[in-house]
């Protein structure tokens, strides 16, 4: 650059020099103003994008406090990963024998998004799985789920076999099956589980109501061992109760007929069986429907004759009476247009024994007028007879009587018609005849006698009981007890034969045939009630009676099982004689 330029240019920034100090406010002030606008923009900006991700959190936060808090919605019945595995305690009797364990099992599932062609894979499952749904199936291998069970708890072999055939889009789940060893044998008490594992009856579903299936709800169950549930019942006895209550069935055509065997000191339930059962293994099963009912504990049957127990109790309890009383029972009672007759007249006036043995209508009626219609229906209330019994059992039926007791329902309950109870609170109640008095509520887990002393109720004079079995043992000798008698066992009780309601009226050709007996009646330790419900006789007019039917269940009940229970025959007078056979 030459000299002359070099001047040019230092004019010229001198020229500008002095005019921007000729304005220096102006310029100064515009400067500072557009350099606030740009601060307080980007402060804006800012505050809206922390405004935005504040917003968008928020509602991200909020949903899952929604989720949170909203109840699990249940899709194609598919429970969460970690539930599959779940346990549930062992059932055991109270010696520890197996009633109802987990096994380990799987289950098939298909991803219908991704299969190509529904109908070849039905086509090979069909060739293991037999009884395939092909309709059910191809619908859900055609929907646009992403998860559809196929068949739920498969065998090892059918796992196997389907691994082989090598069809994509399909999978297994491992998850756990409730097996039950013995089978029938205590249906009806265990009960049994759905295809989730969750009870559904009997113990299942009680041990569901104490906490595991709010436990297993929210997800705090585990593929860990759990304490078994001890029941009170002994498998031994169980087994037997069952088998002769089943045998019954085909033995006097019954339609129904059921046992139990309760400790009378304890309360505890050591056997009982219902016929017609099921399996619980296949509660859905070709005869599980007829099976399902549990007719100890959740049917109800006007009780016939065994009631005359209670009566007779009734009158020594209330002291207007003794064992050496006696009532005219010559002439039929007419009451209200109806007749009270005996089926076993016998035409004279009967002592309190001979009521109880020959199962007197008219004597029996006439105890109960005389303590009066208050008097009665409050002692049935003090033995529970009256009110839904409350125990473990899920499957408890409420007992019926009458709105208004009229003296015509304090003199045909007295007999056992009018009032509905079932067979298992009716047992309950036989207990205390015997025990001392003492109402002990049933339990089907075990109970220590100091426990039990606990929860009874004094519901009769010690004095009373003693009567009673006095009452039984005689019967058991000379009246329609006989036929449950056991050689060594000294067996007593009380036959009901009662004639059924259809169609609200009396049927004299159907039957509720049941038996109330105690043993060894000299120190009762436990009580037995059997019933058959419908016997037909060999002409098929269903006139079979208790002591045909009902008692001989009771005998072999007893002979069968008392030696289980630890209870020593005796035998002669004074119970020193053995039998010895050579």
Known sequence: ????????????RAHFSAGGRGRPTMRGASFEGTRKRKSAQAKNRVGLLIAGFVAFYGVIGGRLVQYGFAMPEVTSSILPADRFMASRPDIVDRNGEVLATDIRTV???????????ADEVIEKLATVLNDLDVKGTYTKLRSNSHFQWLRRQLTPKQQSQILALGIPGIGFRP??????PGGRTAAHLVGYVNIDNRGVAGMERYIDSQGLADLAAVGMTSDQPLEPVKLSIDLRVQAIVQQVVAESIGKYSA??????VIDVHT??????ASAPDFDPNDPNGVDAE???MNRMSNSTFEMGSTFKSFTLAMGLDDGKMNLQSSFDARFPIRIGGFTIKDFHGKGRVLSVPEIFQYSSN????KIADMVGIAGHKDFLTRLGLLSRMKTELPEIAMPSQPREWKKINSITISFGHGVSTTPLQTAVAGAALVNGGKLVPPTFLPRTQAQADEIATQVMKPTTSKDMRFLFEWNGINGSGRNARVAGFNVGGKTGTADKVVNGRYAHDKNFNAFLSAFPMDNPRYVVLSFSDEPKTDKGNGAALAAMSAAPMVKEIIARSAPILGVKPKFGNDGSALLVSY
């Open 1 to 12: 650059m030459s000299f002359l330029s070099r001047i040019m240019v230092l004019k010229s």
């Open 107 to 117: 289950s098939l599932f298909a991803e219908p998004h991704k299969i190509v062609d």
């Open 175 to 180: 998850e756990k099956r409730r097996f039950y």
């Open 255 to 260: 339609i129904g007929a059921g046992a139990v």
């Open 267 to 272: 309360g505890e339930i050591l056997g009982m």
């Open 290 to 292: 007829k099976g399902w």
């Open 362 to 365: 008219i004597g029996t009626a």
